[in-house]
């Protein structure tokens, strides 16, 4: 059986759009994506409200994904890949990060996947794979103040994740590409949105897995 660990934030989550709830299981596009896999995938999804790069969060604990990526890869090993989809929170406005800096945590997170050797060691280490959040254009209802100048480093970050990524030769998709945040708070995907992601991340995760074509 193949592994495929994702770290990730509200999205992986399954956060619904302006409720601090969760879509039921099978609607988050983890799920959606582990289904269309098939049993021979095992997708473990560890997905934290509020998760940044590198960063930590001045209200939450564990918000720090470079404080606790080593923890859930050892926990989890042996992974075939990981997907590092994280990137949204660290434009919130009281990080005081771009684009460029959220680059700058994405490539601590994959390079520590990349050279994960486990505990006790063991080779080669996971795949990797960069997943971009979407495109915030519109922040809304409560998340208003805290997003307020997310639009504008939202476009370089997009940029500087797909550069990062070939300089890294990891794996590259944007949420973007497929699905955009519900207008209800500018940022989350509603259920279709989870939906579209996990139907599109299915089949590439498949050929990185070296599982060929899926149905």
Not at 115 to 124: Q, V, Y
Not at 141 to 156: I, N, Q, T, W
Request: with cysteine; proline share 9%; charged share 20%.
């Amino acid at each position: 059986m193949k592994s495929v660990l994702v770290f990730g934030d509200s999205q992986t989550w399954g956060r619904m759009p302006g409720v601090p709830e969760r879509f039921p299981f099978l609607v988050r596009w983890t799920s959606v994506m582990a289904t269309r896999l098939g049993s021979g995938v095992l997708v473990i999804a560890q997905g934290l409200n509020g998760r940044t790069t590198c960063r930590d969060e001045p209200w939450k604990p564990w918000r720090n994904g470079t404080e606790h990526l080593d923890l859930q890869l050892t926990i989890n090993a042996p992974l075939d890949l990981v997907i590092i989809a994280l990137g949204c929170n660290d434009l919130q406005w009281h990080q005081h990060m771009g684009g460029y800096e959220s680059a700058l945590g994405a490539q601590v997170l994959l390079e520590k996947v990349l050279s994960f050797r486990g505990d006790p060691p063991a080779a080669p280490p996971p795949k990797a794979m960069l997943l971009a959040p979407p495109r915030i254009t519109a922040p809304a209802g409560p998340l208003v103040d805290k997003f307020r100048d997310a639009p504008a480093k939202s476009e370089d970050q997009q940029r500087r994740y797909q550069a990062l990524a070939a300089e890294l030769g990891v794996a590259y998709f944007s949420m973007s590409e497929v699905a955009s945040p519900s207008p209800i708070d500018g940022i989350h995907l509603d259920a279709d949105g989870q939906r579209a992601l996990g139907e599109a991340m299915a089949p590439r995760v498949a050929h990185i897995l070296g599982l060929g074509a899926i149905g």
